[in-house]
């Protein structure tokens, strides 16, 4: 039996080439030796304030580029979060289990309510109890988890614990952390300081998988560098540059040394010019793929609700588990 791996991305903003490299890329690689599902969460994307007609144009542009992307629907289960209502039923049994100090304790809730400081609503408190209820449904083993999520996996596991504690063992799987092949962090193009990220309101900051590649161009002739001419990897120093060498490097498949050297003598700009040109040339196939699967709006459609069954599959066995143990009656 293949180990379950579970992940999603929030319905936020737009997917960025961070996520690509960060996250999507791998999930792709994880698609042949585990059991994978991948979801887009959409009802984590509610903690913010949501334009309705951009978010339903958002879960389906992000759907269809999981696919354009090269997750196989065969291979594993997509699945929209709020196409299977188990998430919330089970979300809600776990709410009541978790102390309120523990919520208190999460990090993200302090940045993201300063973030948000004029919508600090209780789904923004409460968020990581929905992910746990995310990962708890479908005994899943492995969750690949970047550094701002480890918090949020550890609670999680205090849940199956509570859990345990009132009403026995057998319910749930404890979930460890995946630590994969090392996923590149790709950092903001305007200030290499902080990460690149798909909500981030100048969209200078990060290049998205749908842009056209004369907007790519653009964004990466702008992007923040140094005052210096040799083309060198130095994080501390040059943290711009040395963004776009990872970048160079994770989609050339080469490595920053060998990069180094060929521009060696050569200037930023040159640097600049052809790490664009690269971005284009291995976004233009998934763009392609993503313009086709745009225009057939059924099929996707189609793929999402195949999907949710096959997720709800699993999810429903768990929930009916969860509220026999609790002492709800069968419906
Ligand atoms: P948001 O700003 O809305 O939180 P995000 O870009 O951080 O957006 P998430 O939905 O939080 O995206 O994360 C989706 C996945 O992408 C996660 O696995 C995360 O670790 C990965 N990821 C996000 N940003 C980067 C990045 N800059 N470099 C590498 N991986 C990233
Ligand atoms: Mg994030």
């Known amino acids: 039996m293949k180990k379950i791996i579970l ?24 698609q042949e030796e585990f059991d994978c ?8 994307a509610l903690t913010v304030k949501q334009d309705p007609e951009q978010l339903r144009k958002r879960c389906l542009s992000f759907f269809a580029q999981y696919l354009a992307l090269g997750l196989d629907p065969d291979k594993n289960t997509l699945f929209l979060q709020s196409h299977v209502p188990e998430h919330t ?96 962090r790709i950092m903001s193009l305007q200030d290499a300081s902080k990460k690149m990220s798909k ?19 653009k964004k990466i002739k702008s992007a923040v560098t140094d005052s210096g001419e040799v083309i060198s990897y130095d994080p501390e120093n040059k943290a711009g540059l040395s963004n776009l060498l990872t970048i160079y490097s994770v989609l050339s498949k080469r490595t920053v040394n060998q990069i180094v050297n060929d521009y060696e003598g050569k200037m930023y700009g040159h640097l600049k010019v052809d790490l664009a040109e690269l971005v284009c040339e291995t976004l233009k196939p998934v763009q392609e793929k993503y313009e086709d699967l745009m225009k057939n709006e059924d099929h996707l459609q189609a793929l999402m609700k195949k999907g949710a069954n096959k997720a709800r599959e699993r999810a429903s066995a768990t929930l009916k588990n969860v509220y026999d143990r609790i002492g709800l009656l069968p419906r």
């Open 199 to 217: 909500s981030d309101e100048n969209e200078k900051n990060f290049v998205s998988i749908i842009d056209p590649p004369k907007k790519i161009q």
């Open 37 to 44: 599902l991948y979801f887009v969460a959409d009802l984590h």
């Open 89 to 184: 039923e089970l979300s809600w049994v776990l709410t009541c289990l978790t102390p309120m100090g523990n919520l208190n304790r999460m990090t993200q809730f302090k940045d993201k309510s300063q973030q948000h400081s004029k919508n600090i609503n209780a789904g923004l408190f409460t968020y990581p109890v929905l992910m746990a209820a995310d990962i708890l449904l479908y005994q899943a083993d492995l969750i690949p988890v970047g550094e701002d999520q480890k918090q949020h996996l550890e609670l999680c596991r205090d849940i199956v614990v509570y859990f345990e504690n009132h009403y026995g063992e057998g319910v749930f799987k404890m979930p460890e952390p995946y630590i994969g092949e090392q996923g590149a």
């Open 7 to 30: 992940s999603g991305s929030t319905a936020t903003g737009d997917l960025t080439i961070g996520n690509y490299i960060g996250a999507i890329n791998n999930w792709k690689s994880l």
